[in-house]
């Protein structure tokens, strides 16, 4: 292509571009969805995965059917004082007591526990006379996610118990060992976490990146069909079309309109996601703009593909719907890739969301820098050009049916 | 008028999968006419005008515009030509002014010039008050006279017209014919228009192509045509019926000197017969019916008798041979009946 060409080219494509934007920023519904739709998004995986403590306030009821040994009913109170004093800080559970068995059973029924919790009548007895005490948890079955968590949160509170009352076993036994060595012998190994960075991260760390990723990228995958296809419909791209350009100029300058959109997008996310979620960004900014237009770039041939098949509306928004939703959940958006089957694993190799959002996590969560993600920049490049190589003539053939 | 032709089609074809939209056609225009394309919704029409703009590409066959080819020469023909086709081709969210210029800018006019060219463009169709208004706040014939002056953003030398009056209310569609008629005359561009309404194409066009079932079946002066049947011994009966019904139709119809009947409204037939006994063959026909006529019409020929005799035809047999190409006089038979 001569250089004239190449300029004129570009000029239309800005042209087209402009005039898109334009459309968007008059169409005042369009651009409060615009800002909405990534708030909602941000929201709502935001406050339902962000606390570190997943669950807050379940209802449990307590029974205590302790008969005592003797006149002493000490471990069960015991076991109620820590409960108690453990829940307090971590204000997981909202107990209350209750008289019977069969009352937390209708309880749960009538849904207004999560759970229950039993100290049989031989607690105090099993105890004291040096044998294992047992307490029965009662779980809604209908709730299985609920019930386990249940489990695994009163395990690690009766674990915490088991290992205060060993430890003054211990000290009984031999009056020379002090409190903290008594805590050795009972717990001889334990285990601390450090990460790569520093501070806690939150599911949030993990989510805000893909989302982000994902984001942009659909803006030019699905934006594109849709914008083409709606102008083709409406008749307005004939009167692209008739003028002398080039064809490309149209897919360009829609490509680059869609970019901005989603690069716009991208932002309102970025900023809730530090403002609001308190995520930090570990590495450079400017490397995530970066990685995101290289996402944009990978994902055009795609679109451009699309846009050939699509042709009115609603087929575009069909195919875009269709392709969304697994896009979304095997690329590892939303969930951890290693946790999918081996075969969906496969999958999601062949997705380039997969490696924009692995590269954007590791430069917003680990700081990582460009020679730590050049595998999936290698990708997503590869990807692009060929993807674009199949689709320009594709495209062009579209054009002139 | 010159006679040389600035369209040149040979054999244009169009077909979608096994549907033939257009069926090797061929005509010319001459520089500075005003062409028509008549005929029936899904005649190939459109096809046809989109094939000649590039907006598609033929099947098969050939056309040049100034000399250019259509497919080879694609970007040299847009330079050439302007497009107003049946949607309206403009941005509801951008004003007039910002509608124009973004369709200018793809022709690479100066910023100067395209700017003038708005201005004096707007004036031309009176919209300069509304011309930083957005177009979606336009009434339907604002807009049909934005959707026109668009095409004429690149000065085209040949401007294609696909039904610019459907739709409108008869004042819109008598602006827009005198604007088209202006434009022919003193801008001396050749205009190609298709329509389905025969008053519009007798109205405007120098010559008249009529398309039916992809082909052009006939194409000459709107006189010419008119004199191929009012010249034969062909009679045209407008008939008012009281008691019209289907069977009387029928009855009709199947007369032999009947070439086509179609029907007006509840009381009003309009026939195309032939033969000397055409008067008396539909009247009992309709007799035979029990059909009271309460009036009875000889007709000058217009084009949607010219239409519905070589359609009429068509339907039943080949087109070809029915159709007298030479035009006669109107006979002394024909003179004798009219009452």
Same mark, same amino acid.
């Given at each position: ?401 | ?49 989109? +094939? ?102 690149? +000065? ?41 309404? +025969? ?96 009036? +009875? ?43």
């Amino acid at each position: 292509m001569s250089n004239v060409g190449a300029k004129t080219l570009l000029s239309h494509s800005f042209r087209i571009a402009w005039k898109d934007t334009m459309e968007l920023f008059r169409n005042k519904m369009m651009l409060v969805m615009l800002i909405l739709m990534p708030l909602f998004m941000m929201v709502m995986v935001g406050f339902i995965y962000s606390s570190d403590t997943s669950m807050s306030n379940v209802p449990i009821a307590l029974v205590n059917q302790d008969s005592g040994y003797g006149n002493s009913t000490v471990a069960s109170q015991t076991f109620t004082t820590v409960l108690q004093q453990i829940n307090n800080s971590t204000g997981m559970m909202k107990l209350s007591n209750v008289s019977s068995v069969d009352e937390i059973k209708t309880l749960v029924k009538n849904g207004e526990i999560d759970g229950g919790i039993v100290i049989p009548s031989n607690f105090t007895e099993s105890i004291l006379t040096g044998q294992q005490g047992t307490i029965i948890i009662i779980t809604d079955q209908s709730n299985p996610q609920m019930s386990s968590t249940i489990q695994s949160a009163l395990k690690s509170v009766f674990d915490q118990m088991g290992t205060m009352l060993a430890q003054q076993n211990v000290m009984g036994l031999n009056s020379s060992v002090n409190y903290s060595n008594s805590l050795a012998i009972v717990k001889p190994y334990t285990v601390t976490t450090e990460g790569i960075v520093e501070g806690n991260s939150t599911y949030f760390d993990f989510i805000a990146p893909g989302i982000i990723a994902m984001t942009v990228m659909m803006s030019v995958m699905t934006g594109l069909p849709a914008a083409i296809s709606q102008e083709k419909e409406v008749g307005t791209l004939d009167g692209m079309m008739a003028a002398p350009i080039n064809r490309l100029s149209v897919i360009l300058g829609k490509t680059l309109a869609q970019t901005a959109r989603g690069l716009l997008q991208g932002v309102i996310i970025l900023v809730l996601a530090v403002g609001l979620f308190g995520v930090t960004i570990h590495g450079s900014v400017l490397l995530v703009f970066g990685l995101l237009l290289l996402g944009v770039f990978s994902f055009v041939g795609l679109g451009i593909v699309l846009t050939s098949f699509a042709k009115d509306q609603e087929t575009a928004m069909m195919l875009m719907m269709t392709l969304m939703f697994p896009m979304m959940f095997l690329s590892g958006v939303f969930f951890p890739i290693q946790q999918m089957p081996w075969y969906m694993q496969g999958i999601s190799k062949f997705l380039p969301l997969t490696y924009a959002s692995q590269a954007l996590r590791k430069v917003m969560v680990l700081g990582a820098d460009i020679p730590a993600i050049s595998t999936e920049l290698t990708i997503l490049i590869v990807f692009g050009i060929v993807m674009i190589a199949i689709a320009v003539p594709v495209f062009r053939r579209m054009m002139t049916r | 008028m010159g006679n040389e032709p600035i369209i040149e089609v040979k054999n244009l074809t169009k077909t979608f999968n096994d549907f033939v939209a257009v069926d090797s056609i061929s005509f010319d225009v001459r520089k500075g006419e005003i062409f028509g394309l008549l005929g029936p919704n899904g005649a190939g029409k459109t096809t046809t005008l989109r +094939m000649l703009s590039t907006l598609a590409r033929p099947t098969k066959g050939t056309a040049t515009i100034g000399g250019y080819d259509i497919v080879e020469n694609d970007t040299e023909v847009r330079k050439l030509v302007g497009i107003v086709s049946e949607k309206m081709i403009m941005y509801n969210r951008l004003t007039a002014r910002e509608n124009l210029w973004f369709f200018g800018s793809l022709f690479n006019i100066p910023k100067k010039v395209l700017t003038k060219r708005i201005d004096e463009l707007l004036e031309l169709v009176q919209l300069t008050k509304w011309k930083n208004a957005q177009v979606g706040r336009f009434s339907t014939g604002m807009r049909q006279r934005m959707n026109v002056i668009r095409a004429l953003l690149n +000065m085209p030398r040949v401007l294609f017209l696909d039904e610019p009056t459907l739709g409108l209310d008869p004042q819109s569609s008598v602006e827009i014919r005198d604007f088209i008629i202006k434009l022919n005359q003193e801008n001396d561009t050749t205009i190609i228009i298709t329509t389905h309404m +025969m008053v519009e194409a007798d109205l405007l066009c120098d010559r008249i192509g009529i398309m039916d079932h992809a082909k052009i079946v006939a194409l000459d002066t709107s006189t010419n045509l008119k004199k191929m049947i009012s010249g034969a011994d062909t009679t045209i009966l407008k008939l008012e019926i009281g008691n019209l019904s289907p069977n009387i139709i029928e009855a009709i119809r199947t007369c032999k000197c009947t070439d086509a009947v179609s029907q007006e409204n509840s009381t009003h037939l309009r026939i195309i017969a032939h033969g000397d006994e055409a008067f008396d063959s539909v009247v009992d026909a309709v007799r035979a019916k029990n059909g009271k006529i309460n009036s +009875m019409e000889n007709l000058q020929p217009t084009l949607e008798d010219v239409f519905l005799h070589i359609t009429g035809h068509q339907v039943r047999d080949s087109v070809e041979q029915k159709v007298p190409m030479e035009p006669h006089g109107p006979s002394a038979q024909q003179k004798r009946r009219i009452r």
